[in-house]
């Protein structure tokens, strides 16, 4: 009996053990591209702000929140980043490819 007790809290223990990790997979990678970009508590304006994110730097990315709200690790903090301060790593692959510098000052460069 303890046995089979123990088999189960094992089954309904290791789903959460693997989704808490899928979650902190990384999704890909940003690069900061607007003076005083805010690190937030929350994915949203009404969450604390926690500081200035420094333009230029590359920010690992974890989730996502609506489309709009990055999760990021900045100085060994996570926190939220709206998405317009910030280049995704494929856009910036998209700009070498165009042999166009990979900095936030160019436009995207158009496929034909």
Known sequence: ????VIALALLLIAP???ADHHTSKKLGVVLSC????????GPGIR???M????VGTLLPVFKTFERNWLQV??????????????????????????GKSASCSEPLPQES
């Open 51 to 54: 500081t200035n994110i420094e």
């Open 16 to 18: 959460a053990a693997s």
């Open 73 to 98: 690790t900045y100085k060994g903090r996570k926190g939220w980043v709206h998405r317009l301060m910030v280049k995704w790593d494929y856009q910036l692959k998209l700009h070498k490819r165009f």
């Open 34 to 41: 607007v003076e005083g970009a805010w690190l937030r508590d």
């Open 1 to 4: 009996m303890k046995a089979v």
């Open 47 to 49: 969450y604390k702000y």
